[in-house]
């Protein structure tokens, strides 16, 4: 295959920015393109050109950022769909994605037992507020909750 010299300037500046571990998403790869001065509609080609090798993919994009949401730091899946489309993933991909992690009531509670280990009627409010700032719904926050200090 013949490209042009910006598609292969542009082809050169991507595989560098992604370099080994092929876990950068195609997102993330655009706006480092559109930053270094390539034209929109050749980052788009350069994209397009990696997810065909498969050099780029969200769904191993999404898996990795997955992995640092873990234990106390787990969210709820609305909002990890919200931090997949933050690095840079597909909207679509990462309603999926999202979709596959565990269920919202295992993650909150395992993320209210690794914060507090020894709950008391006291901490009710405090397990609430943590729930609320990584995303879950009140009403599974309080049932949460409530299995949590039985």
């Known amino acids: 295959m013949i490209f042009s010299p910006e598609f292969e300037k542009a082809r050169e500046t991507a595989i560098s920015y992604i370099g080994i571990d ?33 050099y780029i993919n969200d769904r191993r994009a999404a898996k990795r950022v997955a992995l640092r949401y873990k234990g106390r730091r787990t969210r709820a899946q609305r909002m990890m769909v919200s931090i997949f489309i933050q690095n840079g993933i597909d909207i679509k991909i990462a309603k999926e994605m999202a979709g596959n992690l565990e269920d919202d ?46």
């Open 22 to 54: 092929h876990s950068k998403s195609s997102g993330r790869v655009r706006q480092n393109l559109l930053k270094k001065g390539i034209a929109p509609e050749i980052a788009d080609e350069v994209i397009d050109y990696y997810i065909n090798l498969d």
């Open 105 to 150: 009531r295992d993650t909150g509670r395992i993320l209210c037992e690794s914060h507090f280990p020894h709950p008391s009627k006291d901490d009710e409010i405090a397990m609430l507020k943590l729930l609320a700032r990584r995303g879950y719904p009140i009403g599974l926050s309080r049932d949460i909750v409530s299995e949590c200090l039985k």
